[in-house]
């Protein structure tokens, strides 16, 4: 808890005590300690005992203060009157409170204004570090609030919760209160810890009537805050009637260079009718905004679809060419919405419709990946380009493939890429990576099966491969989705095309070991169970590496060569990968290192799927390194690593002996039981 906190829970306990003038705080009588003790008689008689005893006695003491606190408490004015007619002072602290602390908080006035006739201290602090007249006003006990400033309580004083009064009055509203501050000259240029005045909080909140008031004792306003000017922050918080207020004042209607004008939000608001007046204020159509998307009114408009603003600021001349951080015009900001009657409006008006983006894209790309079947169609009606492609070589389809994850609904993307179809764009385009849409599709990692049923059936080609060799059904196996492998499967797609590197379909599958996949493709008579990849793994002894247990039963269950071995020669390849280097250093233990190649580069290098190392024979260097189908396409020029390491034996391995070398006990115990040689 904080300082406050602990305060203030300590003033309530107390007051609490006193009003309840518990018999163990006030009683009549001492006992032989010489210590209060309860009295039989409960609170009323306490309360007339310690009453008596002060009259009786010293006016400086603690009883007497709790009996006037209590006497505060209980609205007994008589009562108060006659213990600080006594001489008891309603400012001395009983457990850090006091008398005149209460009547403050509590709210009874007449023992206040009797207080303050006796002395009491109108600027004294309360627990929690607030003036009694902050506390008055955040009661909003008007009577005493002009009591306390009558007789001298400072109006611009803040507290420790509390800003000035002025600033607390005029956020919350309390037109009375303000009036009074005013009257008694307080500080309208009083700040609260953001440096806001009392004519800032007052307009964010939407308080007219403080407003003009503020105005009218010549306050300022244009006041501007991280460039975000009075007026602004009106339209920002939609305080409609105080920003046209302020408008009609003569307040600034632009901001600084950069910064986020009136006209943008009112823009963004939709409301016509400040916008007609910011305009008829002179406000510049054209400035920008640093640094953010739609950073002009015009692109903000188009973006929001406020169509009957986008006339205005037209006819008011905003240039239609504007390119924001994004390198969009209006158009592209209304394609990438989907507004499509803006879309209308700003071709009508003279807009490029071919214009392109920093990436490359034209308003009809923008709305494929991002805006609506009626913003496209829009688009292609007005004689959009349907060929064009992006700065990646993506044309529209390829865009719709590439942005199906950023769109919510599938529902809509499927409508996009089936209009786009629909109207001759090419199912079967590549990209500068060589992919087609259905690649694509299939290589993304979420389930798009109707998406890829639809292109197929627009004639896309699932025997296109990608520069990696990976055809549509070879990135469905990778990243094992049944649901994207099944419609590929169905169409005839080539089960047994491999990747450069030699892989199937089913060896993919294989190693990722989806059992539904692996099924799927087994059960097509076409899958050539026992294909071999460069290096002469098979479906199996991928599998069995991987400790895929389910792949591996399906695989011995449809005929897979159970003697089937790594190929023991040496293949020649173009490309070394440092990354899968170091990663099979790390795997193989301290006996392994990677260090700069000197001298002549290798002769050859072999792969296999034994831990990295470096043997030699008949003088010829060789490197082993992990399976073929784990490499990457980061090529690294083969005199870039060496690798040496202890262990120079390497023998060809069956799926049995590469089960145990990896550890799959329950593997490796299915295969003797299938037959396999030990």
């Known amino acids: 808890m904080n300082q406050h906190g602990a305060t203030n829970r300590l003033f309530i306990s107390t007051i609490s005590a006193v009003f309840l003038m518990c018999p163990y705080v006030l009683v009549a009588q001492d006992n032989d300690a010489g ?11 306490a309360f007339r005992s310690a009453v008596k005893q002060c009259q009786a006695g010293s006016a400086k003491s603690d009883l007497c203060t709790q009996a006037l606190m209590a006497a505060t408490l209980r609205g007994d004015e008589e009562t108060v009157a006659r213990l600080l007619g006594k001489g008891v002072d309603p400012d001395r602290h009983y457990r850090g409170v006091s008398p005149f602390m209460i009547a403050v908080t509590v709210g009874k006035e007449e023992s206040v204004r009797q207080m303050v006739a006796h002395g009491a201290n109108v600027n004294s602090r309360l627990p929690d570090g607030n003036t009694p007249l902050l506390d008055a006003l955040q009661n909003k006990r008007h009577n005493l609030v002009r009591f306390l400033i009558a007789k001298g309580a400072d109006v611009n004083a803040a507290g420790s919760t509390l800003p000035a009064p002025l600033l607390f009055a005029a956020t919350r509203g309390d037109t009375e209160s303000v ?7 307080a500080d309208i240029g009083v700040t609260d810890g953001g440096q806001h005045t009392a004519l800032w909080l007052a307009a964010e909140n939407g308080h007219l009537e403080i407003v003009r008031m503020l105005v009218e004792r010549g306050a300022s306003i244009d006041e501007t805050h991280n460039g975000i000017s009075v007026l602004a922050q009106c339209i920002k918080k939609r305080r409609k009637d105080v920003a046209l207020f302020l408008i009609a004042k003569g307040a600034n209607v632009d901001a600084p260079r950069g910064a986020i004008t009136p006209l943008m939000l009112a823009a963004e608001m939709g409301d016509e009718e400040l916008v007609g007046a910011l305009i008829q204020r002179g406000a510049q159509v054209n400035a920008q905004q640093r640094g ?17 603003i986008l006339r205005m600021l037209l006819d008011a001349g905003a240039d239609l060419n504007t390119r924001e951080l994004r390198g969009y015009t209006a158009l592209h900001s209304a394609a990438h919405a989907g507004r499509a009657t803006a879309i209308r409006l700003l071709a009508k008006r003279g807009a490029d419709i071919e214009s392109r983006s920093s990436l490359g894209f034209t308003p009809l790309l923008s709305a494929t990946a991002f805006g609506t079947p009626e913003a496209i169609k829009a688009l ?59 690649v694509i599709l299939a290589a993304g990692r979420s389930i798009r099966t109707d998406l890829i ?16 060799g990976l055809t549509a059904l070879l990135w469905a196996a990778k990243r094992d989705i049944p649901e994207n492998v099944m419609p590929l499967v169905s169409r005839r797609a080539r089960l047994n095309a491999s990747d450069k590197l030699g892989n199937t379909v089913l060896i993919h599958a294989a190693y990722i070991g989806n059992p539904r996949v692996v099924k799927m493709l087994l059960d097509d008579p076409r899958s050539e169970v026992n294909a071999r990849n460069q290096i002469g ?40 990968d440092a990354d899968q280097l170091e990663f099979a250093r790390q795997q193989s233990g301290p006996g392994v290192q990677l260090a700069a190649k000197k001298g002549p580069p290798p002769k050859r ?54 089960a145990r070398r990896m550890g799959h006990r329950q593997v490796a115990d299915f295969l003797v039981r299938a037959g396999a040689n030990q």
């Not at 950073?295 to 188009?302: D, F, G, K, N, V």
């Open 179 to 185: 009036a009074v501050l005013l009257e008694a000259n």
């Open 380 to 438: 292609l009606d007005l004689g959009a380009n349907s060929t064009a492609s992006d700065g990646a070589g993506c044309n529209a389809i390829c865009v719709c493939a590439s942005y199906s994850d950023h769109d919510p609904s599938l529902d809509v993307v499927h409508k996009k890429c089936e209009l786009l179809l629909a109207r001759g764009v090419r199912v079967n385009s590549l990209d500068h990576h060589g992919r087609t849409p259905l």
């Open 537 to 576: 793994e098979t479906a199996l002894i991928v599998a069995a590496g991987a400790g895929n247990i389910e792949a591996v039963k399906l695989l011995v269950g449809k005929g897979a060569n159970l003697s089937a071995m790594t190929d023991g020669v040496g293949k020649p390849i173009e490309r070394v």
């Open 292 to 308: 953010g998307p739609d950073s002009t009114a015009l692109h903000i408009a188009a973006t929001n679809g406020h169509d009957k």
């Open 453 to 468: 049923k639809l292109l197929l059936r627009y004639g896309a080609d699932e025997s296109i491969s990608d520069k990696e």
């Open 35 to 45: 210590r209060l003790r309860p009295s039989v008689d409960g609170d009323d008689l």
């Open 605 to 658: 290098y072999e792969v296999g799927r034994t831990p990295v190392r470096r043997t030699e024979q008949n003088g010829e260097v060789i490197v082993h390194q992990p399976p073929v189908f784990m490499l990457p396409s980061m090529e690294v020029t083969s005199s870039m690593v060496d690798v040496r390491g202890e262990n120079d034996d390497f023998v060809d391995e069956t799926a049995l002996m590469r």
